[in-house]
Each structure stands twice: as C-alpha cells, then as structure tokens.
C-alpha cells in the first residue's frame, strides 16, 4: 500500500459518511435556508456537518445529473471547480463525473491542474467520484503532488541503483572468467586480482553510501545533538585523506578561525567534510594543493573546501548535489566515485539545519561551502 494510503481511507470514509447523509438530504428535495455552499440550498440535517466539511483539507463536490453542484466545501472552491454553481476548471473531472454517471461504478483518477492563478506551480489531484443514485455523483479531490514526486524519486532512485550495481558486479564476473582462463599465467592471475580487488571496493563502497543516504533521509533517527569541536572535526577529515593526497602529490593546507563549537553529530559532520575532500582531490591534478577554511559569519560556521582542479561547468553547479549525478562520468569512473558523495553532504548539512553552496570557475578550481548554526559565540585567535 501506498505512504499516504491509509489516511485517505479513513478520510475518505469519514467524507463518505458526511456526503452520504447530505446527500440523502439534497435528493428529498427539501427546501432551506441559504447555505454557505454553492449551488441550490438544500436541507443538510448532520449537526455541525457543514462546518466538518467546510474544514477538511480535501475538496468535496457533489454533482446533479445537469452538472449542478448541490454541495462544494471551500476546498473545492478554492480550487476555482465551482462557477455559478455549476462544475467548472477541469475538463478532465467533469469527463470523469460523466463517465461515473455513465458506468454507475465508483471511478479514479488523477488529474492535472495548472494553479498559476493560486500562485502555485501544477498541481496533481486524486480525484475519486462515486454515484449516488438519480445521477447524483459524489467527488472527492486530494492535492497528491508530493506523493506522486516522491514516487517518481524513488522509481529513478532504484533504477540509478540498479545501474550502478551493475556495473562493479558485471566487471566482477568477467574478471573471475578471465582469472580462471589465466589459472596458468601468473602475471595475469595479478592484475586480474587487483582489478577484482579495486571493483569490489567500488561496489563496498557503493552498499555503504547507499546505506548512510538511508539512514540521513530518516530510515533511522537522527543522534541527540552533542556540541561538536570543528577543529577536531577538520583534524579527524584531513587525517582521513591524508594518504590519498600523499599518493598524488597534493597538499593540503588549513586556515581560519579557532575554537569554533556547533550543535550536531561529529560522526556525520566528519563524513560530510571527509566527502568534500575526498571530491577535491579526485578533481584536483597531481601537486595541486586543497585548503579547508574555518569561518564564524552572523553566528554561523563556515566549513569551506578549496581545490585547484578542473572545476565544475556553470551548467552543472546547481545539479551536483543530485544522487548519482557526475558532472563529468568518465573521470567518475576513473576515481571510482559513486555519485553518492555530495548528496550525503547536502543531507547531513540539512539534518544539522544549515546549507551547503558551491562555487566554480572551469579549469580553475571549485569551492564547496558548509553553513551550520554555531552553538556559542566563537572566540577567534589574536
């Protein structure tokens, strides 16, 4: 079942009941005094019904058989479905109430509204219409449009998967048939080795992101805050990353203001500065040099990483940050990064209440910036 299944039944039921007694009422026929719905008055004997329905966040319609709408809560009406009390705005839920009149079955669907006129982008609306009997049918519209966003995430999220995986686990196959043909070449038993060895760090390294993205986006709950040194912070990423940038002859260089405190996880805050280094030395060429600047700007920590590398188009700065995307795949590859890196950082960040921003000139290097919210008033050295 869906997320958000569960309290659309019970709402749905709790509509259901509302309507079917109003509705009772509307097809007597009963005269009333005017009403707060538009449409023809009609007697609706609920105590308190029509304040319950004038409150619910759903939009509530009930249509005649000339497309007359007896009952419409603000909801509806909000949504401009209502026009001189006759059903209005979307040819697509009136065709869906003729064809529930038609069929005489409850029907759904989900429809798409433009709301630029509500100074809202398009919206998505679960429409579901039930017949009432005489031709009377009874609309009930929920605003899905989150819902069905983070569907589509979730369906690209595990086709991304999906096709990362196979990636590190095709090239482990190949190299264990290539390893068992070489049986009698030791030298080429080696190198297939070393490169099983180095797709199996990938795919290690792949499971372990996906399970941290996990855990950041609320599959587990956040750790009570603590107050975390940023000196210790910056000192345990730069021990991390210390051999890696050795490797390729890259220095890295800190600066900046001392004794800085925020509120957070020093775990994740570590993960998050470790990434942004690990991400500007696989971008920076051989001998270059990385700095990490601390800050204290209008009571916020600022954690900035520099590099000297190739840098990020203007094309791709504000798309960094998505899962799985690289801005340039081939030297991805090469480094053996995931995709994964960046987006960990931007939830972290976010989990902790601040931001993250980058900045770039291409060929000249790239500057990620943490903001986070300090926990005392910062002391910087004379």
């Known amino acids: 079942m869906r997320p958000y299944a ?82 209005a705005g979307m040819p697509q839920l009136r065709r869906l109430v003729r064809r529930t009149r038609h069929d005489m079955v409850p029907q759904e669907d989900d429809l798409q509204m433009p709301l630029a006129a509500l100074g809202r ?16 049918v009874a609309v009930l519209l929920e605003d899905v449009t989150e819902a069905r966003r983070l569907e589509a995430v979730r369906r690209d999220f595990v086709a991304n998967v999906s096709h990362e995986l196979k990636t590190p686990v095709g090239a482990l196959s190949l190299l264990a048939e290539a390893l068992q043909d070489a049986s009698d070449d030791p030298a080429a038993v080696r190198r297939f080795a070393a490169s099983a060895h180095q797709e199996a760090q990938r795919l290690g390294r792949l499971v372990q992101e996906l399970i941290d993205l996990s855990r ?16 210790r912070v910056v000192s345990e990423a ?23 405190e925020l509120p957070g996880s020093a775990d994740q805050l570590v ?13 920076s060429g051989d ?16 954690i900035s990483v520099e590099d000297q590398g190739i840098g990020i ?43 993250v921003s980058v900045s770039s000139i291409e060929g000249l290097g790239a500057t990620f910036t943490l903001r986070l919210p300090a926990a005392t008033p910062a002391r910087v050295p004379a």
Do not use: C, M, W
């Not at 982008?121 to 009377?136: F, K, Y």
């Not at 500065?273 to 500007?280: P, Q, S």
């Open 6 to 87: 569960e309290p659309v039944v019970v709402l749905a039921a709790a509509v259901g009941l509302l309507v079917g007694v109003a509705v009772g009422a509307l097809l007597l026929r009963r005269p009333a005094e005017p009403s707060d719905f538009d449409g023809p008055a009609r007697a609706v004997p609920v105590p308190g019904a029509r304040a319950v329905l004038e409150a619910l966040p759903v939009a509530v319609l009930v249509v005649d058989v000339a497309d007359e709408v007896l009952l419409g809560n603000r909801a509806a009406r909000d949504l401009g479905l209502i026009r001189d009390g006759v059903l």
């Open 121 to 136: 982008g398009p919206a998505v609306l679960l429409a579901r219409a039930t017949p009432v009997g005489d031709g009377t």
């Open 216 to 231: 950041l986006q609320g599959a587990e709950a956040l750790p009570d805050p603590e107050h975390v040194d940023v000196d």
């Open 238 to 260: 730069l021990e991390r990353t210390q051999t890696a940038a050795h490797a390729r002859g890259i220095t890295l260089t800190r600066s900046g203001a001392g004794e800085l």
């Open 271 to 283: 993960t998050a500065v470790v990434n942004l280094l690990d991400n500007a030395l696989n971008y």
């Open 287 to 302: 001998g270059t040099t990385v700095t990490i600047r601390t800050a204290l700007l209008d009571e916020q920590v600022e």
């Open 313 to 355: 188009a203007e094309k791709d700065l504000e798309r960094v940050f998505e899962r799985f995307y690289r801005a340039d795949p081939a030297r991805s590859r090469a480094t053996g990064g995931t995709g994964l890196g960046l987006a960990i950082v931007k939830h972290i960040v976010t989990n902790h209440g601040g931001s």
